[in-house]
């Protein structure tokens, strides 16, 4: 089965500064990979999916990008972080004609100072 | 588009209690349903799902839910909760290729 791997699991950033979150997925291939913000009492936000090689949609607009430079490789940037970017980031996987279910990696805390 | 709604935030009980947690969700289509569980310290895992047939689905650890079409709900329950049972609930809809709406979350804390 398919395995999500992110880092930092950590991260403290002033404002301002840059930021790259990394995603890999190993056990399969093409997936959909999607970045969730996580909020305390607000659930699971979808900030951007993509389908395929360099093919990203955003959700919603924000200071954020993503990009997928390869299949299993999913990276959340920032040129200039916010304070309103601090948060929980998820990075989850979704494989076309299987179990149907989103498999997600442990996440990463960005506080933003 | 597609929402979730999760009726309780915070649910506090003792173990050996009855658990019932109410997700409606509002889409007219087709939907494909699941719960998620987070541990604390732990990635999200999936608890259960439903996709078609049997609108009765039982997941991992005892927890069964229920699809009502005609009252757009998937509400979650467990016969009697243990103190392992202390996590965040999550419900979800799919509706695109794994493209998933969630609920904002329902901490359980089941006191020993």
């Known amino acids: 089965s398919q395995t999500i791997h992110q880092w930092p699991a950590t991260l403290v950033q002033p404002v301002g500064s840059p930021l790259s979150l990394e995603c890999t997925v190993e056990?399969?291939?093409?997936?959909?990979l999607y970045w969730y913000r996580q909020a305390a009492g607000r659930g699971l936000q979808l900030l951007f999916y993509?389908?395929?090689?360099?093919?990203i949609s955003s959700e919603v607009p924000q200071n954020l990008s993503a990009s997928r430079p390869q299949d299993r490789q999913f990276i959340l940037s920032s040129k200039k972080l916010l304070l309103s970017d601090s948060g929980f980031y998820l990075c989850?996987?979704?494989?076309?004609?299987?179990?149907?279910?989103?498999?997600f990696g442990e996440g990463s805390r960005l506080t933003v100072l | 588009a597609q929402s979730v709604s999760q009726h309780n935030h915070h649910v506090i009980l003792s173990e050996a209690a009855s658990l019932e947690l109410g997700c409606n969700y509002s889409y007219g289509g087709t939907v494909n349903l699941f719960w998620y569980v987070q541990y604390p310290g732990q990635h999200l895992q999936l608890l259960l799902k439903?996709?078609?047939?049997?609108?009765l689905v039982k997941g991992i650890k005892g927890f069964e839910a229920e699809f009502i079409k005609s009252k757009f709900s998937f509400n979650l329950r467990k016969p009697s909760v243990q103190w392992s049972d202390t996590a965040e609930y999550f419900c979800a809809v799919t509706t695109n290729a794994g493209k998933s709406t969630f609920g904002d979350g329902t901490t359980l804390t089941v006191k020993p």
């Open positions: 993509s389908v395929g090689i360099g093919q």
């Open positions: 439903y996709f078609s047939g049997d609108p």
């Open positions: 056990g399969t291939s093409n997936p959909n």
């Open positions: 989850a996987c979704w494989v076309p004609g299987a179990t149907g279910e989103l498999f």
